[in-house]
């Protein structure tokens, strides 16, 4: 019988396997002819390094796709030990001037994870108060970091967040996502302030002294937003494009923050997501993880929030989101600036965002952006 190349959701059902410690066998029906498909899968997951310390549920897999997750587990931890120390650095600096909050990746992974290196990451958010941006940009600048000025498709004024890299001497690469607002879309600015971010915040020895993160309720509203926001928003695992919101990795962050809280936790991160009109897409995230994952919420917490009444933002597609977030821009020329922004932007960005496509002509790339705002919401896998 010819051996199949497997489709995106049966190897993601497999890969889920692994995650729950179960034996993931390798069917029968797939050979090496699959092991590109499973890889590739893996990456977008992000999830080499989680499988890589369940060595077992794999110990039936071809032994070349058992060697290339562990050699990209390797090259995580490598990564990791020098990204420690930058990171270390920067915020005992930053941390003079003003308070830091670690989000994302990076704070779960410190926080929760028995080896932070294996929660992959491309970066690490840090969440500033505005006041204190320009003291940012002044520190990273001097810690060696550049901003990176082709990655944005909105003037700074209309900005949330931007991109900061600096190269190691060792040759590895470290990006620091800096925000001064905990979410980035200006329909959703008034669901979380900083200082809701800062409240109770965790200290992340692991990390460092000055280091913190949210609360784990926080924490959890946070991931399960930022989760919602790339339901219909793009995803980039190097030059391929993908969409949803169910990348293993962030829904085994979901797994791991429900596991550790308190009934107090779960009810405070209730009457957060019912307050905030975001009920709707908390409990899709979480049963989501639950699906994959196996379960871990109380049983109250779905009855409180699938009573809830949520907002509209998270149940729109693309195109229903840019409007509503047009209208939350402050002012009419400021609107004017944001819609003429987010449609035409500078070339620049567009060969960053396109790079398989960055010699085709501007009219052409302008076109597939377009395509990507108002076709309908692509479905979940698994």
């Known amino acids: 019988m ?42 977008y997951h992000g999830v080499a390094g989680l499988l890589s310390a369940k060595a077992d549920p794999l110990s039936r897999w071809p032994d070349a796709v058992r060697a290339e997750i562990h050699e990209h587990a390797l090259g995580q931890s490598m990564w990791e030990l020098r990204h420690k120390i930058v990171l270390g650095e920067l915020l005992e600096r930053l941390s003079e001037s003003g308070t830091v909050v670690l989000l994302k990746g990076t704070a779960v992974a410190y926080d929760l994870y028995d080896n932070p290196a294996v929660r992959s990451r491309g970066d690490t958010d840090l969440l500033v108060t505005n006041a204190e941006r320009e003291a940012a940009r002044k520190i990273l600048t001097e810690s060696g970091f550049v901003r990176d000025n082709e990655d944005h498709d909105l003037p700074e004024a209309l900005r949330s967040q931007e991109i900061w890299t600096l190269r190691s001497d060792d040759g590895t690469n470290h990006s620091i996502d800096l925000h001064w607002q905990p979410l980035n879309a200006p329909a959703l600015e008034q669901h979380l302030s900083f200082g809701e971010m800062a409240a109770g915040a965790l200290p992340l020895r692991r990390l460092c002294s000055v280091a913190r993160a949210p609360s784990r309720s926080m924490m959890l509203l946070h991931a399960c937003l930022h989760r919602g926001l790339h339901d219909c928003a793009p995803y980039f695992v190097g030059s391929r494009t993908y969409f949803g919101g169910n990348r293993l990795i962030w829904l085994y962050d979901l797994l791991l923050l429900g596991r550790t809280m308190s009934d107090l936790d779960w009810r405070f991160f209730c009457r957060m997501a019912v307050d905030k009109r975001v009920a709707d897409v908390c409990l899709d995230g979480l049963n989501a993880a639950e699906i994959r994952l196996g379960p871990f919420c109380p049983s109250f917490m779905k009855e409180e929030l699938g009573s809830a009444v949520s907002g509209t933002y998270f149940r729109s597609g693309q195109f229903g989101r840019a409007l509503q977030d047009v209208f939350a821009v402050p002012g009419l020329q400021r609107k004017w600036q944001y819609l003429w922004a987010r449609s035409l932007p500078t070339a620049e960005f567009m060969r960053a965002k396109y790079p398989e496509m960055a010699s085709r002509a501007l009219p052409i790339l302008y076109a597939r952006r377009l395509v990507e705002l108002v076709r309908e919401r692509p479905g979940q896998q698994m």
Do not use: F, H, M, Y
């Open 2 to 43: 010819d051996s199949v190349i497997p489709k995106a959701a049966e190897v993601d059902t497999v890969l889920a396997t692994a995650l729950r410690s179960e034996r993931a066998e390798w069917p029968a029906g797939w050979s090496s002819n699959a092991s590109a498909a499973v890889l590739e899968r893996i990456a």
